[in-house]
C-alpha cells in the first residue's frame, strides 16, 4: 500500500472514530482540498526550488508505538526547562503526560476538547486561517489529519514569567515516521508570551514531519516567538507558522535553521487591524547536504502597521539556501512601513543560494524597501585579522560569527539565545576547518 492511499483510509477511519468532535467538517473541506491539489512540485512557483514529492514515496510505519518516556526527553530538553511551560508533541500527537504546565495563566488543552468546550468559537474561526497564505496539498493534508492537536490559551491580562516550549519529537528507532503536528496558540488582550519550538528525531531511520502552528494576537498583545531546527540528516520538515495579528499588538520572531534534510520553513504574519508591529528574524547555517527553503509572507491589510524583516544565510559544502519573501500591501494600507533584506555569504564552490524578495504595492502612501546580497567573505578583512597574529581559520569564524550576529542578538531569552550562540559556534569551527 503507497503512502497516499494509507492517508485516504486513515482518514475516513478518523473521520468514523471522531465523529462526534468539533472538527469534523474543518477536517473534510481539508480533505477535499488535498484529494484536489495534491503533493506540490515544481511546477508550483512557491515551490520552485523544494522538491519534497520523494518523501511521500518511502515506507513508514504509523502504527509503531511512538511512546518515550521522561528520561528520554531530558537528554534534549532546552536550557532554563525547569522554568519553563513544555508542551512536547511524540510523533506528532502531543503528550500531557510528558509536558509540564507551570503557569496558572494559562490554559493548555487538546484540540478536540477545545472545539467543543467554551473555546469553540476561537478555534472555529481561526483555525486553517493559513491556508489563505499556503493553498497548497501539503497544508491541507495536515489539517485534514488535524487530531491529537493541542490548544493554548493565555489569559487576558497576563504576561506569562514562564515561556512555552515545544519539543517535537519523532521515534524513529523502528522505522521511517511520519507526524502532523498541530497546535492552535491564542494570546489573549494585553497579555504576553515568549514561544521556542524545537524538533529532535530519535533512531536513526528517517523522519518527516508536516506541522502548523497558527498564533493568534490579540489587543495590546505582546508575542515572541522563536524556532531551532537543529534535528539529524535523516529528519525533513515542513514548518508553517502562521501569526495573525487581528487587533493592535506586537510580534516578534527568530528562525534557526542547521541542521536537517530538507527543510520548509513557512512563516506568515497577517496584520488584521492598524498600528500592528512585527520584527522578523532567520539564521539559517548550514553544510552536507542540508536543504533549507525559508518563506514569508507580511500582509498588510490594515493601513499604518510597521515590520522589519532581516534573514541571514552561511551555506557551505553542497548545502542549500533559499529565501522567498513577500510583503503585500493592500488598498486600503496607506501609512505602511515595510522593510525585507536578506544577505548571504558562501563558503564553498558547490554551495547555492536562491534569494526572491518581493513586494506587492496597492497603495500608494507607503515606505516599503527589500534586497538581497549572495557573495563570501571580505578577503580584505580576513588579510587583516590574520595580520593582526590570527589563523586564517579563525580570521574566517570570527568574520561569519560577527556576521550571524545582529540575529542572534535578537533572541531575547538568555538562556535560549547563549545556547543558540553555542550551537553556531560550533558549527562555524566544523564549517571552515
Not at 513544555?86 to 495563566?105: A, K, M, P, Q
Not at 535553521?257 to 530538507?262: A, E, F, M, T, Y
Amino acid at each position: 500500500m503507497n503512502t497516499l492511499t494509507y492517508f485516504q483510509e486513515q482518514f475516513n477511519q478518523l473521520q468514523r472514530t471522531d465523529a462526534a468532535d468539533g472538527l469534523i467538517a474543518i477536517r473534510k473541506t481539508a480533505s477535499d482540498a488535498f484529494n484536489k491539489l495534491g503533493i506540490p512540485t515544481t511546477r508550483n512557483e512557491e515551490w520552485k526550488y523544494t522538491r519534497i514529492g520523494g518523501l511521500f514515496n518511502k515506507e513508514y510505519q504509523f502504527d509503531i508505538n511512538p511512546a518515550i518516556t521522561s528520561k528520554e526527553l531530558d537528554d534534549f530538553r532546552l536550557p532554563a526547562h525547569a522554568q519553563a511551560n513544555e508542551i512536547v508533541f511524540v510523533n506528532g500527537l502531543f503528550s500531557s503526560t510528558l509536558s509540564t504546565i507551570r503557569s496558572s495563566d494559562l490554559i493548555v488543552l487538546n484540540l478536540e476538547d477545545a472545539a467543543k468546550n467554551e473555546y469553540r468559537d476561537i478555534v472555529t474561526k481561526n483555525l486553517g486561517h493559513s491556508v489563505h497564505y499556503a493553498n497548497d496539498g501539503i497544508n491541507a493534508l495536515n489539517t485534514a489529519f488535524a487530531h491529537g492537536g493541542v490548544f493554548v490559551q493565555v489569559k487576558k491580562g497576563k504576561s506569562l514569567a514562564n515561556p512555552i516550549y515545544i519539543y517535537h519529537v519523532s521515534n524513529a528507532r523502528s522505522g521511517n515516521s511520519f507526524s502532523q503536528p498541530r497546535g492552535l496558540i491564542h494570546v489573549d488582550e494585553n497579555a504576553g508570551v515568549q514561544i521556542v519550538e524545537t524538533f529532535v528525531t530519535l533512531g536513526e531511520q528517517e523522519s518527516f514531519t508536516n506541522q502548523i502552528l497558527e498564533i493568534v494576537v490579540q489587543k495590546d498583545a505582546r508575542v515572541e516567538y522563536y524556532k531551532i531546527q537543529n534535528d539529524k540528516s535523516t529528519a525533513s520538515q515542513v514548518s508553517t507558522t502562521h501569526i495573525r495579528q487581528v487587533e493592535k499588538s506586537f510580534t516578534h520572531s527568530v528562525v534557526i535553521s542547521l541542521d536537517g534534510n530538507i527543510i520548509r520553513n513557512n512563516l506568515n504574519v497577517v496584520f488584521d487591524a492598524d498600528h500592528c508591529e512585527s520584527h522578523l528574524y532567520g539564521l539559517y547555517c548550514l553544510q552536507n547536504n542540508t536543504h533549507v527553503d525559508n518563506h514569508t509572507v507580511v500582509d498588510n491589510a490594515k493601513p499604518s502597521c510597521f515590520s522589519n524583516e532581516l534573514y541571514k544565510g552561511v551555506v557551505g559544502d553542497n548545502a542549500t539556501g533559499i529565501f522567498n519573501g513577500k510583503i503585500f500591501v493592500r488598498k486600503d494600507a496607506q501609512k505602511t512601513n515595510a522593510y525585507q533584506s536578506n544577505k548571504n555569504i558562501l563558503i564553498s564552490e558547490t554551495a547555492s543560494v536562491n534569494a526572491k524578495p518581493q513586494l506587492e504595492i496597492f497603495a500608494d502612501d507607503v515606505k516599503c524597501s527589500h534586497g538581497c546580497t549572495v557573495g563570501s567573505l571580505d578577503e580584505e578583512a580576513q588579510f587583516y585579522l590574520v595580520s593582526r597574529g590570527l589563523s586564517k581559520q579563525s580570521a574566517r569564524a570570527l568574520l561569519l560569527q560577527a556576521f550571524a550576529m545582529d540575529i542572534l542578538e535578537n533572541i531575547k531569552p538568555e538562556p535560549i539565545r547563549k545556547y543558540v550562540e553555542q550551537l553556531i559556534s560550533e558549527r562555524l569551527e566544523i564549517d571552515v576547518l
